[in-house]
Every structure is written in structure tokens, then in C-alpha cells.
């Protein structure tokens, strides 16, 4: 996947996800012309722990998203 292709990809899920502003994704491919970029951060919770998510995104080489999925662990 070309990097401006993942740069776009960044671009919107930080938009809808603003805590992923300036984060790498980790791309592997899944088909060929076809990927999944996983974001992940912590976030802290009330009483002082923390929850890890991830934010995995399905998107095609030219950098158009098909599905975005976030989980909570």
C-alpha cells in the first residue's frame, strides 16, 4: 500500500476518531489491492485504569475505506 494512500486512510479515521491523530497504523494485506490498518491506543478511564482499543479499518490500495470497525479490551 502506498504511503499516500495510508496517509489518507489516517486522515479520515483521525477525523472521526481524533485520539489517532499522528498514530502509524500496522498494514497487512488481506487479498491482493485489498488491506487491513490497525490503530491502537489506551484510553484512561475513570478511577485511574485504563482500556486498550483498537480501530481496524478495511480499505483498498487507492486508500477508499470499506468497513471500520473499533474493539475495546
Avoid at 489518507?8 to 497504523?25: C, F, M, W
Amino acid at each position: 500500500m502506498k504511503a499516500s494512500s495510508i496517509q489518507k486512510v489516517s486522515d479520515k479515521v483521525s477525523a472521526k476518531y481524533p485520539k489517532l491523530s499522528g498514530k502509524h497504523p500496522k498494514v497487512t494485506e488481506q487479498s491482493p489491492g485489498r488491506y487491513l490498518l490497525i490503530y491502537a491506543f489506551a484510553d484512561e478511564l475513570p478511577g485511574g485504569k485504563t482500556i486498550q482499543q483498537q480501530v481496524r479499518v478495511v480499505a483498498d490500495e487507492e486508500g477508499n475505506i470499506s468497513k471500520m470497525s473499533v474493539s475495546r479490551g
